[in-house]
């Protein structure tokens, strides 16, 4: 099972790296355990790591939508076009 960097669980999150570091300081995403190498602390992520991060986002977005969100809601939905006026 490959290990991802913050900022790749991030990216697949689809949120910033810096806001997946303040959901993670703030606490409201559990986050693997950091292992220090030299004076770095680097999280590992697995893909259930990131399931289980997935399914708290729309609860902590603040109502905006995140980039999975939108990315899933362009698949379902065609554009509406408005009718031309004469």
Known sequence: MPKLSTR????????GMTTLTRYIAGQKVPAPKPT???RYEVRAWTESDIERVRKLL????????????????????????????K
Do not use: D, E
């Open 58 to 85: 729309p609860k902590i977005a603040n109502g905006r939508k995140t980039r999975y969100q939108k990315q899933k809601g362009k698949t379902q939905t065609k554009k509406q076009t408005k009718p031309k006026r």
């Open 36 to 38: 220090l190498i030299g």
């Open 8 to 15: 790749q669980a991030a990216k697949k999150l689809g949120v």
